[in-house]
């Protein structure tokens, strides 16, 4: 909280948890992020994660949900909203040292050209004299895979050198910078039909919702298409409305 004084943290009462046992059809990447944040809590090499993707496909569930996974062990999440980035250098001072094992976490990150917080958060990453701290790994999310909008004119940029490799230009060279210093990029993608109903499904049962099955997929199919979406978050918006 950096809005009042000098800048503080505080405790989250009542964590929004998730269970990572609901997230269907995104098991790989889930899979190689839990390998990586087991790697943290054992005091291993472990890399800064980008998780990234089309909208309602998991990606905030999916770090909601490490919390009752690691929690025991040690882990602990503070989130750092994206008008915040400019102070990280204070937050990773202040949680250096600490007997914990921390994630920072930004949700729903993206830039545009020249945002002094990318900059902070380049640095933060790799790239700073300063390391970050030895028990922190940044942690984020976004719909986009390189952070920053793209324009035609950006891929103009690229050439071919006299030997025929592919060089892109200075523009997009400076978006793919960000990203590229995450050490894990993991992508979550829409899902098929079948996959849709598939969460449907497991949403549904734990709900209790008692209903023939095909009357719930016909139901299910109709708000997907009034939606023009077929997500997790349609599935669930879809359970608790039925």
Sequence with gaps: EARSGP?????????????LDDLVGVERPVERLLANVEQFVLGLPANHVLLFGERGTGKSSAVRGLLPRFAARGLRIVEVHKDDLLDLPRVLAALHGVPHRFLLFCDDLSF???DPRMRELKSALEGSLVAPPENVRIIATSNRRHLLPESAADNRG??????????????LEE???VSDRFGLVLGFYGFDQATYLAIVDRYARKAGVRAEPE??????????????SRSGRTARHFVDDF
């Design 112 to 114: 545009d050209a020249g």
């Design 215 to 228: 009357q719930l997929h016909r139901e299910a199919l109709r708000w997907a298409l009034d939606r023009a």
């Design 175 to 177: 978006k793919l910078s």
């Design 7 to 19: 800048g503080r943290l505080l405790p989250i009462e009542a964590p929004a948890l998730f269970d």
């Design 158 to 171: 690229a050439h071919l050198d006299e030997e025929g490799e592919l060089h892109v230009g200075e523009a």
